[in-house]
């Protein structure tokens, strides 16, 4: 399994980003997938996840109203829509996803993608 994160970079205060992940992944399934993120001196949380099936949705209330998850499962793809970003937004965000292989769905497993930088610049 890999996750290769892109669409990073410089933006402004106020500015869009729109950060894509794509999932290889054969012989095994995606059950939710994340976006998580660490800013310089703190911890890795979680900004917004995605389940598999009804695609229900859960954001961390700092990006509630600004950032959008959404999947495209045909692809294996998540993708994570920030508007009106701000300063403490900057950080390394990761891909996540937890998957089971194909005829063993009782053991799930966790893979972590690269990392892509977002700075916001105020």
């Known amino acids: 399994v890999q996750l290769v994160e892109s669409g990073g970079g410089l933006v402004q205060a106020g500015g869009s980003l729109r950060l894509s992940c794509a999932a290889s992944?054969?012989?095994?399934?995606?059950?939710?997938m994340a976006w998580y993120r660490q800013g310089p001196g703190k911890q890795r949380e979680l900004v917004a996840s995605?389940?598999?099936?009804?695609?229900?949705?859960n954001y961390a209330d700092s990006v509630k109203g600004r950032f959008t998850i959404s999947r495209d499962n045909a692809k294996n793809n998540v993708y994570l829509q920030m508007n009106s970003l701000k300063p403490e937004d900057t950080a390394v965000y990761y891909c996540?996803?937890?998957?089971?292989?194909?005829?063993?769905?009782?053991?799930?497993?966790?893979?972590w993608g690269q990392g892509t930088q977002v700075t916001v610049s105020s």
């Open positions: 995605i389940t598999s099936g009804d695609d229900s949705t």
């Open positions: 992944i054969s012989g095994f399934s995606i059950k939710d």
């Open positions: 996540y996803a937890r998957v089971v292989r194909v005829g063993y769905e009782w053991t799930a497993f966790q893979y």
